[in-house]
């Protein structure tokens, strides 16, 4: 293990901003990490005499969902942990455990090889395994929580004691693309395995509208699931812009969403402007509580955006979600345009874009 100073990061985020590390290192085993905590007295030091503003501690996977604004001053922990491995299997279900440094898609691979069903929904979504339960994953109707059983980390917030806890599904407080790693324990804890309870039988969950109607068009009869990961991945590269030829971040907004009586009220009063606004209804835990899901491509490209470009970055000109890096671009020029975009979004219809992407 050896540690880097100064280190480029534009190879190791999908935006391709050209940012340095004060600190880097790679980690590909738990040993590793180990001699990482053995050597804070160094990072202790060396924060002294900066007055302590080189403390901070950030933890890359694939780099497909951060925005680096500005240099790191402190030290960037890249995950290289690998390995995926069967822990047990009965006549119904199968548990996976996969360390966080694997590819996410080569997971969604290893399990639709092998006649499982659960995360199929999910394939060729950009990262690691390890920023998964951080952002809880989603695409076409499934999420990582459904099948998650818990989440492996090494806790590093404290000087002294730094030990693995085991997080079980319900403390991981998964919403909408959010969890407890983003929120209270953001750069607490460092992700290195995760456990998913996945299913033999079959479960294909196609009833979200663009996979239906891509089945449908192509007369393809799902058979397993990797009929469904390979209609997901064919409808990603079509719809999502490859980051190696185009930077970007996948998804950079949420989509909005519309809560309670309030939220209902607000949803007619916007149908009455604006009769063609798409939304959908979903259960939010209970029967009698209802969410307004209202898809911010939608939004963004009611306000001239999608295809728009502006210097060095723009909108996707195929779907509205994606900013792009067209070569050059500061993350600062992004987030200006990320910016403007919400501006513009809440001035039209009164509702507010949030980022999904980690402003760094």
């Known amino acids: 293990m050896k540690i880097e100073n100064n280190y480029n990061l534009s190879k190791l985020n999908t935006f391709g901003i050209s940012v340095n590390a004060k600190f880097f290192v790679e980690i590909q085993s738990e040993e590793d990490l180990q001699e990482l905590f053995k ?9 002294s ?18 925005l680096f604004i500005r240099d790191f001053n402190g030290l960037v922990i890249l995950n290289k942990l690998k390995g995926i491995t069967i822990l047990n299997e009965d006549s119904e279900t199968v548990t996976v ?31 690691t395994v390890g920023a998964a339960p951080m952002q809880n994953i989603g695409a076409y109707g499934a999420e990582l929580q459904n099948v998650l059983l818990n989440v492996e980390a090494f806790d590093i917030s404290t000087q002294e004691n730094k030990k693995k806890r085991i997080f079980f599904k319900e403390e991981c407080h998964f919403g909408y693309r959010d969890s407890i790693f983003k929120n209270e324990l953001k750069n607490k804890y460092f992700i290195t395995a ?12 196609i009833s979200y509208k663009i996979l239906t109607e891509y089945l449908d068009k192509n007369k393809i009869e799902v058979k397993n699931s990797k009929d469904v990961s390979d209609a997901v991945a064919f409808i990603r590269r079509t719809k999502l812009p490859d980051p190696t030829i185009i930077p970007n971040a996948g998804s950079f907004f949420k989509n909005v969403f519309l809560k309670g009586e309030v939220g209902e009220v607000k949803m007619k009063e916007l149908l009455k402007i604006y009769p ?10 209970s029967k009698t509580s209802v969410l307004i899901k209202i898809p911010a491509a939608w939004l963004i490209e009611q306000c001239g955006w999608k295809g728009k470009r ?3 970055v723009g909108v996707h000109d195929k779907q509205a979600l994606v900013l792009v890096n067209y070569g050059g671009a500061t993350g600062e020029e992004i987030l200006v345009l990320a910016n403007t975009i919400i501006k513009e979004v809440r001035e039209k219809f009164n509702l507010e874009l949030s980022p999904e992407v980690n402003m760094i």
């Open 49 to 66: 005499a900066s007055g302590g503003k080189n403390n901070q501690k950030l933890f890359l996977g694939g780099g497909s969902n951060v």
């Open 194 to 205: 995760i456990s998913l309870k996945l299913s033999k039988t079959p479960k294909p969950n």
């Open 39 to 47: 050597m804070e007295e160094f990072f202790a030091k060396d924060r």
């Open 97 to 127: 455990r996969c360390m966080g440094g694997e590819i996410w898609h080569d997971l969604v691979n290893f399990t639709v090889e092998r006649g499982l069903w659960g995360i199929e929904n999910l394939s060729l979504i950009p990262g």
């Open 276 to 285: 063609e606004m798409p939304y959908f209804k979903e259960e939010n835990g």
């Open 310 to 312: 502006v210097g060095n």
